[in-house]
């Protein structure tokens, strides 16, 4: 494989399903080797439908797709990725090691090969004690676990996870996201297609945002959140007098005990802060215009209003406040 | 091509425990078991009573006794072709549709496995438990009753083999269908195609009734549409022997003109390959979500 090479290239991919829904409308997207790509946005957007495009599951109606430096769906890209469907379900007979075994012989490992790889696996995912016991007393967490295991049989070189945290309690996500960083570390590619914006921003080195079938935004993420006009300050010894003059220069200023945010009507204030701070015989720590989150950079970029937040959720703490979409999405 | 018959029985082998561990196939094993002790009751019947037929100018002891034996076993391997044949449309017509509905049949499609030994994968899989339990209890039926009536029936080999047949051409035109059509709408067509042409005799009855050449000629060919009627009326007459003689007069005289084709082994064949062709064309050619 070459290094420069795509491992997962889209290129104006469409998909329009034959309800006539359009999934995907010219779907442009390039994931490096070695990288953990993630891929957001809103129910519908088209995630899960360019993850199934990947598999082969579906066929393109438009546009190319290729995958390991092959057309999506050929059997030989096929035989060096793992997948985790979003709701991995399988018979409740089937013990880890027997679903193990059985993806193994179907990757084409043999019979002991596949058997050692089950044991290890399941093992890593922290079921090795109910190995050999039927699935259908499983609790969703550990069902999830089980096909994290058998998407990374045969050590693929992609690895496709589509909502890998569903359903897992704080230890089981945390649990995933380790893995997700063992797996970079190893070099395996990365494509974590996921609703939760925080995971993404800890194991992603880039990720792009899509809505109704485009992508609106790639990079990485340092790159696609933007500065908010919010700047945290921290100082000590600020006299009463001195916080009065922050508050009257800034838009407004909240906070206490050596911290506050100041909010700026741009980058040029951020000067007339510290010199406030300092001529207010303060000693100032630090001066951090702050970034928005990755949630906030979402949401902003399919079309709900960002800064409006606060105000949506104090105006529904009120009595009588009635719940509402919040606006510019369906 | 090691390798593709290699998963192809991996799939086999991992439906086949799918399919044991099912409510439908524990089902299936109990209606069996019914069949079989309404068949070993009817014939117990016919057993005490078959003096009066023994008696008859031309019939004796021993033709008496090969009657009760053969009626007792064309009750037992109709039965349990029937159970066998309903299993494989149940659990047939959810093969792919129900886990394309699931969505369970996506971690599969991920490896690298084509669709169409999916396809086979599933048909053997499907097939082999069911076939086990229509040869083994049938085979067990025809032990039975040879021990109880001094009769060994050896018809019962061949017609367990057209039965086997039969089954096999059922379980692939329910998977074949269950590449297109949801499991429901599998269902009943198989069901209406099964009983619809298992009971054309009828058709043609009418069509004798009311002189209509074009009635007889529809329920004729209309049996080709799905080969089971033909080829499991062929495993009857086989177990029937010298009863078809015997009840020439009876029914016979209405479904002359209907006798299974000498050819119909070969076209339940060459049906079964196509369908299976088709079922592996449909779920390639499908969506699966």
């Known amino acids: ?330 | 091509m090691r390798h593709s018959l290699d998963r192809v029985l991996t799939i086999a082998g991992f439906t086949v425990r799918e399919t044991v561990h099912g409510r439908g196939f524990l089902g299936a094993g109990l209606a069996s078991l019914a069949v079989l002790g309404l068949a070993a009751v009817v014939g117990a019947v016919f057993w005490v009573n078959r003096g009066p037929l023994a008696g008859r100018p031309g019939i004796g002891e021993t033709l008496a006794r090969e009657i009760v034996a053969r009626i007792e076993l064309g009750i037992a391997l109709g039965g349990l072709s029937l159970v066998a044949v309903l299993l494989a449309v149940v659990l047939g017509a959810d093969a792919l549709a129900g886990e394309i509905s699931r969505g369970t049949i996506l971690a599969l499609a991920a490896r690298p496995v084509a669709r169409a030994e999916i396809v086979l994968g599933k048909v053997l899989g499907l097939f082999l438990p069911a076939a086990v339990v229509l040869t083994v209890m049938g085979t067990a039926s025809a032990v039975g009753t040879g021990v109880l009536t001094g009769v060994w029936i050896g018809d019962a080999v061949p017609a367990l083999a057209l039965l086997d047949l039969e089954l096999a051409v059922m379980v692939v035109a329910a998977v074949a269908v269950s590449s297109r059509l949801s499991r429901t709408a599998g269902t009943v067509v198989l069901l209406i195609a099964y009983f619809g042409v298992t009971n054309l005799s009828q058709l043609f009855a009418l069509g004798q009734a009311l002189h209509s050449d074009w009635l007889q000629q529809a329920a004729i060919w209309g049996r080709l549409l799905l080969p089971v009627g033909e080829v499991s009326d062929l495993a009857g007459r086989l177990l029937a022997g010298p009863l078809t003689a015997l009840a020439e007069g009876l029914v016979r005289g209405v479904t002359d003109g209907l006798e299974p084709r000498p050819w119909i082994v070969g076209y339940a064949v060459v049906f079964l390959a196509g369908a299976l062709a088709l079922g592996c064309l449909g779920l390639a050619r499908r969506d699966l979500r």
């Not at chain 1, 129910?43 to 290729?66: M, Q």
């Not at chain 1, 700047?231 to 911290?259: F, H, N, P, Q, Y």
């Open chain 1, 1 to 330: 494989m070459n290094g420069d090479r795509p491992i997962l290239r889209a290129e104006r991919l469409t998909k329009v399903y034959p309800a006539g829904a359009r999934a995907l409308d010219g779907l442009d997207l390039a994931v490096r080797p070695g990288e953990v790509f993630g891929f957001l946005g809103p129910n519908g957007a088209g995630k899960t439908t360019t993850v199934l495009l990947a598999i082969g599951a579906l066929a393109p109606t438009g546009g190319s797709l290729e995958v390991l430096g092959r057309p999506a769906g050929d059997r030989a890209a096929r035989a060096r990725l793992g997948y985790l469907p979003e709701h991995f379900q399988f018979p409740g007979f089937a013990s880890p090691r027997g679903l193990l075994e059985f993806h193994g012989r179907l990757l084409g490992l043999g019979r002991a090969e596949s058997r050692r790889q089950a044991a290890a696996l399941v093992e890593q995912v922290g079921l090795g004690a109910v190995i050999d016991r039927p699935v259908r007393g499983f609790s969703k967490g550990m069902v999830q676990r089980v096909g994290l295991a058998q998407a990374l049989l045969g050590d693929p070189d992609l690895l496709l996870l589509d909502e890998p945290t569903s359903g897992l309690d704080p230890l089981g996500t945390r649990a995933v996201r380790d893995l997700i960083l063992y797996l970079r570390g190893r070099g395996t590619t990365v494509f974590l297609n996921s609703h939760q914006l925080s995971e993404i921003e800890l194991t992603c080195d880039r990720v792009a945002i899509i809505d109704r079938g485009r992508v609106v935004r790639a990079g990485a993420v340092e790159a696609i959140v933007e500065p908010t006009h919010e700047v945290e300050i921290r100082a000590s010894g600020m006299t009463a007098e001195g916080l009065a003059r922050l508050a009257a220069t800034a838009g407004g200023l909240a906070g206490e005990d050596g911290r506050w945010v100041a909010r700026v009507a741009g980058p040029g204030d951020v000067p007339r802060l510290a010199e406030i701070v300092v001529a207010s015989g303060a000693r100032l720590e630090a001066l951090v215009p702050r970034l928005e989150t990755l949630e906030e950079a979402f949401l902003r970029l399919v079309g709900v209003g960002a800064g409006g937040d606060d105000a949506r959720a104090d105006a529904l703490r009120r009595p009588g406040a009635r719940w509402s979409p919040p606006e510019g999405r369906a």
